[in-house]
């Protein structure tokens, strides 16, 4: 299949297509997730499924054996030499699928895409993602503090990182 980024033992990331356009939607608005992201609306998804993919690209994280939907990403940067990872959205949760995902992601972006340097953010209270991050081998780089508005609350943002030499595989 065309649209397959990258296969592990149990998942597969591939591109979105507009039939995953309502599961990205459900998964950014529903009130676990969105507590800990920005959500971007159905325009900016619909753009971005049907763009060339060669700046932004929506991804699917997909079980392979039942080809259900297990999660998203979304990707920023493609055009450069650092790849930013957006949106890092774990649709069914507690099944080591976060891991798996970004360790694919990872994979994808380093090994296959050859970028130097992955990066993303996250909200200082999100314990869960900081651990993985932190497992994962991203290194804090940097705190924008007070930097979101959410509901009248300035919000800080954790700056992590990896640089290709770095990522092990």
Request: net charge negative; glycine share 8%; aromatic share 10%.
């Amino acid at each position: 299949m065309k649209n397959i980024l990258i296969e592990g033992r149990r998942l597969r990331l591939r591109r979105a297509n507009e039939s995953d356009l309502q599961y990205i939607i459900a998964l950014e608005y529903d009130p676990e997730n969105l507590k800990f992201i920005v959500p971007f609306d159905e325009d900016f998804h619909k753009e971005v499924i049907n763009s060339d993919n060669s700046e932004k690209m929506d991804v699917i994280i997909e079980e392979i054996d039942t080809q259900t939907r297990a999660g998203y990403f979304l990707l920023q940067g493609l055009n450069t030499h650092e790849i930013e990872w957006t949106h890092v959205i774990v649709g069914k949760k507690g099944l080591g699928y976060g891991r798996e995902g970004l360790n694919l992601l990872m994979k994808w972006s380093f090994e296959i895409k050859k970028f130097h340097r992955g990066w993303l953010d996250c909200k200082e209270y999100n314990k869960v993602a900081i651990n993985l991050y932190e497992s994962s081998g991203l290194k804090r780089e940097g705190l924008l503090r007070e930097t979101l508005l959410t509901n009248g609350v300035y919000e800080n943002l954790i700056i992590f990182g990896i640089l290709d030499r770095e990522y092990s595989g």
